[in-house]
């Protein structure tokens, strides 16, 4: 076969998207194409200039989404030389968010999907309609596949104060599991936008096959406050505190503007009502924004008890305890938030964490001071939980004591005894260990070090585990024996950590410790994964240095998991300006390169980290092919195995 210049296949405009994807929307359904279209309404209103959003679900599956807001720019545009209204939806990376060093400009902390969002939802539509009201004009264009099938037309007068964007999709249903938009979801969404906007009109109209029509409408005059009391079905232990706080023009650690908003309060049993935004986007999965109140939430009671003299003699407060039975619902505002994934269900920024803390805890001290009798009973609720956490903690070393195992002397423990809280990372090799130890959370972080590969012990009896050094060392730190699938739970009864985390480099010796250990654990201990004990860890390949630009953009180190999350970073900071040849890029070797403060921000900090749980397969899928793979036996399989899947092992390393 013949490899020429012809052979390369070049995609344009929206191909890519409807090549692939699944790498710009979720293909379970099309909610969220839809969502891009309500979060450039929500931006509109957010940025004051519209005061209600119409969505309806038509009788044929088709969506429209009308606001009152400016009105998509209808003008031809100076560069590409048609409307501008088809620039954004036939350009990826075209749109009004992309000037945020421009502290006045309308979508600094806008929710849209940096450019790509719009002209997502019109590729993957069979057709779609935008109607734009303006300039004492009603335009109308129609689109199909990506692709312009009515040009812009003029097709009626309009009041010159009048002016909003209607856009009408008819999601194509080939790129998705299912064609149907999850009312449940829908609603939330809406509801959201309802909430963290104060006084914007949201509606919701569903469209009957019978013609008929039902429509829901959301409004929060008090916003999230009023919205949380609606929640909270218990009694509560304090009134609601609700209050935001953002960064002011001459703040030299954070870009003006950036803060957030925030509603909590405290209830003394029940189900708790969390939730959580940023830019107004839904963050389902929490992330550093909800660490960073929980920060602020514990230093600020943890301040209040100390100078009360609340904590009984032996109780040491943890930010669980103080955020066991918080309610809340948050708002964060940032300037280029990093989401994981595309659909953006967890936020990943690291500096969300102490953004949040800071713009929390000094009012909430306050608060707390203010309100001395409302502060004590939430000090109550938190001290309950810790004495609570200490009883448990005392079971466990009530049975680790019945043994008579001795930990290894190279086991660097950590000090807490709550099983729960407890972890234990499985470095490799010394170097890489000493890291850790310098730079773990000495409370609840273990460090034991392993030299050199650990034994292939798929074909090992359990009497003759103990044989080798590393994989006595690494049963005796869990405080577990070997057993078989069958075994009963009682056999994890004396677990010492919670999370067991096998943190290798990011190269190939340290897949292949990492596919040993998981031999291990899965012959000879299986419940340790089942029972969700087991995870790995993922250091970043590279450190992009990125130089300061002005006051409000200082040096940044943006940390790549591997190749397309480089280049998806490098991507990123063209669009801000930023030249790649001033962008210092340095690849890790190995975590011994790494030192203790990288190694703690990137890998081990469970608010900025990245851990991959280990699941347990089908014994009768899994078995076979770990046999094949680890079978002494096995050589002729594991070459015709390689032959066949080598070129897919390789793309994914």
């Known amino acids: 076969m013949s490899y020429t210049a012809e052979s390369i296949a070049v995609l344009k405009g929206l191909e890519p998207v409807r090549h692939r994807p699944g790498m710009y929307t979720r293909t379970d359904c099309p909610l969220h194409i839809i969502q891009e279209v309500i979060d450039n309404a929500a931006d509109e209103a957010l940025a004051g200039h519209c005061k209600r959003i119409q969505v309806t679900l038509h009788r044929d599956q088709s969506v429209s989404v009308q606001d009152d807001g400016r009105g998509i720019p209808v003008e031809v545009h100076p560069v590409e030389g048609v409307p501008t209204v088809e620039v954004v939806f036939t350009r990826l990376h075209a749109g009004g968010k992309f000037n945020k060093n421009d502290g006045d400009s309308a979508y600094r902390f806008s929710g849209g999907l940096h450019g790509v969002g719009v002209s997502v939802t019109n590729a993957l539509s069979t057709r779609l309609e935008v109607e734009v009201t303006r300039g004492g004009g009603r335009h109308l264009m129609a689109f199909s596949g990506g692709d312009v099938i009515e040009p ?25 599991d299912s064609p149907h938009i999850p009312l449940g979801e829908l609603e939330r969404l809406l509801r959201s936008k309802a909430v963290l906007l104060p006084g914007l009109e949201v509606s919701l109209t569903i469209e009957q096959a019978d013609g008929s029509a039902s429509t829901q409408n959301w409004c929060f005059q008090q916003g999230m406050q009023q919205y949380l009391a609606e929640q909270i079905q218990d009694e509560l232990a304090a009134p609601i505190f609700a209050a935001e706080k953002y960064a002011p023009k001459d703040d030299e650690n954070f870009p003006p503007g950036s803060g957030a908003a925030w509603a909590i309060c405290w209830t003394l049993e029940g189900g708790l009502a969390r939730e959580s935004y940023v830019n107004l986007i839904p963050t389902p999965a929490g992330g550093t924004h909800e660490s960073g109140l929980r920060q602020a939430a514990f230093d600020a009671l943890k301040s209040f008890a100390e100078h009360h003299a609340l904590l009984p003699k032996g109780v040491k407060l943890a930010a669980e305890d103080v955020f066991t039975r918080a309610s809340f619902v948050l708002a964060a505002r940032l300037l280029d938030p990093s989401f994981q994934g595309q659909t953006k269900e967890r936020l990943n920024s690291r500096d969300a964490v102490a953004l949040v803390a800071r713009m929390v805890r000094d009012p909430l001290e306050l608060w707390l001071n203010e309100h001395p009798e409302a502060a004590k009973k939430i000090a109550e609720l938190a001290i309950k939980a810790a004495q609570a956490r200490t009883r448990a ?34 470095v490799e090799g010394d170097s890489a260990g000493g890291s850790a130890k310098s730079g773990r959370d000495k409370e609840t972080q273990a460090i034991l070090p392993l030299r050199g590969k650990v034994l292939n012990t798929w074909e090992v009896e359990a009497g003759s585990l103990f044989a080798n050094r590393e994989v006595h060392d690494i049963a005796v730190a869990l405080g577990i024996d070997p057993h078989g699938p069958e075994a009963g739970d009682a056999v994890l009864a004396n677990l010492r950590y919670g999370k067991v985390v096998i943190m290798t480099d990011a190269d190939v010796d340290g897949s292949h410790i990492r596919v040993l250990l998981c031999t291990l654990f899965y012959r000879h201990f299986p419940k340790l994964i089942e029972h969700g004990h087991l995870y790995f860890a993922q250091p970043p390949l590279y450190r992009l240095d990125v130089p300061g630009q002005g006051k409000n953009r200082p040096p940044r180190k943006i940390y790549a998991l591997d190749n397309a999350e480089r280049e998806a970073a490098l991507d990123k900071l063209k669009l801000e300006k930023i030249k790649p040849e001033s962008v210092s890029i340095s690849r890790f070797k190995g975590l011994g390169e790494m030192n203790s403060e990288q ?26 092919v770990l046999n094949m793979l680890m079978g002494k036996n096995e050589a002729s399989g594991r070459r015709a195995w390689m032959e066949a899947n080598g070129a897919l092992v390789g793309a994914e390393m």
């Open 599 to 624: 190694l703690w921000e990137t890998t081990m900090c469970p608010d900025t980290r990245r851990l991959m749980r280990v699941r347990l397969p089908r014994r009768d899928e899994a078995g076979p």
């Open 152 to 176: 812009l037309r003029q097709v009626g007068e309009a009041p010159k104060k009048a002016s909003g964007t209607r856009v009408r999709a008819w999601p194509d249903g080939s790129f998705f």
């Open 393 to 426: 903690g005392q079971k466990v070393e009530k049975r680790k004591q019945s043994g008579v195992a001795i930990l290894p002397g190279k086991l660097s423990d950590c000090q807490s005894e709550d099983i729960s809280r407890n972890e234990i990372f499985l």
